[in-house]
């Protein structure tokens, strides 16, 4: 018994003024939904994991927002009824296995029947107006428990603060230069990102020490991975990983194109490769990755297998 992957989507937006983080995540999420031909009122639990967004917003919280846009139970359910508790969940890059870790001992406790997991970053003001960080994009997943399968079965999460300052993310206030008028403010928040030589190459290096630690710990080898679903976490990332570890590329979820670059949505979209090529269905074992800054690297194995 354990938690199963009912449907997954992710799509790239298409870098417009227009395009919200709020926006992304909605169409993710009403599309998953479809694509499970599932009903929003079903949902018991929704987790947004979407870091970056329009104009550096942080309050209030998008979860609440997107819960209420797609229609997930709205107010307060009535006595024995089920409502949709939704939150937001920040841990870069690796917030959408954090999230599943969450949903899945909920799940198997019985205190939900159905958890989403919605992810969204835009292009964040950044000092320099022509420098590119990410590509917008949203993503959910849907998730429900199954008997006959044993689904998520082991996560672990391994930080190497030794590299977190090779990745660095945050607002700093700027004064507005000229004169002062009357009503205006006199200065804004911009986001600054930094990222120092040699960031991919330790990302490279801790996801390898990390897995083979956790493939270790669950009493499997490289060689039982049917499939690895790594997320684009940089570029380049995906094969260099692929060959430190020993993994045929045939064994690999590679996500498309339109989608590379991703931020919070990147496991969601190697995992849509995953499902639309059909491995996923194939695979006995697979192991899901994530990795970003801290550096943190998130890990998550999902068995086809009976319980």
Same mark, same amino acid.
């Given at each position: 018994?354990?938690? $199963?992957?009912?449907?997954?989507?992710?799509?790239?937006?298409?870098?417009?003024?227009?395009?919200? *983080?709020?926006?992304?995540?909605?169409?993710?999420?009403?599309?998953?939904?479809?694509?499970?031909?599932? =009903?929003?009122?079903?949902?018991?639990?929704?987790? =947004?994991?979407?870091?970056?967004?329009?104009?550096?917003?942080?309050?209030?919280?998008?979860?609440?927002?997107?819960?209420?846009?797609?229609?997930?139970?709205?107010?307060?359910?009535?006595?024995?009824?089920?409502?949709?508790?939704?939150?937001?969940?920040?841990?870069?890059?690796?917030?959408?296995?954090?999230?599943?870790?969450?949903?899945?001992?909920?799940?198997?406790?019985?205190?939900?029947?159905?958890? *989403?997991?919605?992810?969204? +970053?835009?292009?964040?003001?950044?000092?320099?107006?022509?420098?590119?960080?990410?590509?917008?994009?949203?993503?959910?997943?849907?998730?429900?428990?199954?008997?006959?399968?044993?689904?998520?079965?082991?996560?672990?999460?391994?930080?190497?603060?030794?590299? *977190?300052?090779? /990745?660095?993310?945050?607002?700093?206030?700027?004064?507005?230069?000229?004169?002062?008028?009357?009503?205006? !403010?006199?200065?804004?928040?911009?986001?600054?990102?930094?990222?120092?030589?040699?960031?991919?190459?330790?990302?490279?290096?801790?996801? &390898?020490?990390?897995?083979? %630690? /956790?493939?270790? $710990?669950?009493?499997?080898?490289? #060689?039982?991975?049917?499939?690895?679903?790594?997320? @684009?976490?940089? @570029? !380049? /990332?995906?094969?260099?990983?692929?060959?430190?570890?020993?993994?045929?590329?045939? $064994?690999?979820?590679?996500?498309? #194109? +339109?989608?590379?670059?991703?931020?919070?949505?990147?496991?969601?979209?190697?995992?849509?490769?995953?499902?639309?090529?059909? %491995?996923?269905? &194939?695979?006995? =074992?697979?192991?899901?990755?994530?990795?970003?800054?801290?550096?943190?690297?998130?890990?998550?194995?999902? $068995?086809?297998?009976?319980?």
């Amino acid at each position: 018994m354990g938690t $199963r992957i009912d449907a997954a989507c992710a799509q790239a937006g298409n870098g417009g003024r227009k395009t919200t *983080a709020r926006r992304l995540a909605d169409a993710a999420a009403t599309n998953c939904l479809a694509l499970a031909g599932s =009903n929003p009122r079903d949902v018991d639990m929704l987790i =947004n994991v979407g870091v970056y967004r329009e104009d550096n917003m942080g309050e209030p919280a998008l979860a609440a927002l997107i819960q209420e846009d797609i229609g997930a139970n709205l107010g307060q359910p009535p006595t024995g009824g089920t409502g949709t508790f939704s939150f937001d969940l920040l841990n870069g890059a690796c917030g959408v296995i954090t999230a599943l870790q969450i949903e899945s001992g909920l799940l198997g406790s019985g205190v939900i029947r159905r958890g *989403a997991v919605v992810a969204s +970053d835009v292009q964040p003001d950044l000092q320099n107006p022509r420098a590119r960080f990410l590509r917008p994009a949203g993503g959910a997943m849907l998730l429900s428990w199954d008997d006959r399968l044993a689904g998520f079965t082991d996560f672990q999460t391994e930080t190497f603060p030794e590299y *977190a300052d090779l /990745f660095t993310s945050g607002l700093v206030w700027r004064e507005r230069q000229g004169i002062r008028l009357p009503r205006r !403010g006199t200065g804004n928040h911009q986001m600054v990102v930094a990222i120092k030589p040699g960031y991919q190459d330790r990302l490279v290096d801790c996801s &390898e020490e990390a897995a083979r %630690r /956790f493939l270790r $710990r669950v009493g499997l080898g490289v #060689e039982d991975i049917d499939l690895l679903v790594p997320a @684009p976490s940089a @570029p !380049g /990332f995906v094969d260099s990983l692929r060959e430190r570890l020993g993994v045929p590329g045939d $064994r690999v979820a590679y996500t498309p #194109e +339109d989608l590379e670059g991703t931020y919070t949505t990147g496991p969601i979209a190697a995992l849509q490769a995953a499902i639309k090529s059909g %491995r996923l269905g &194939e695979a006995r =074992n697979t192991l899901l990755l994530a990795a970003g800054a801290g550096i943190t690297v998130a890990l998550a194995l999902y $068995r086809q297998t009976p319980p």
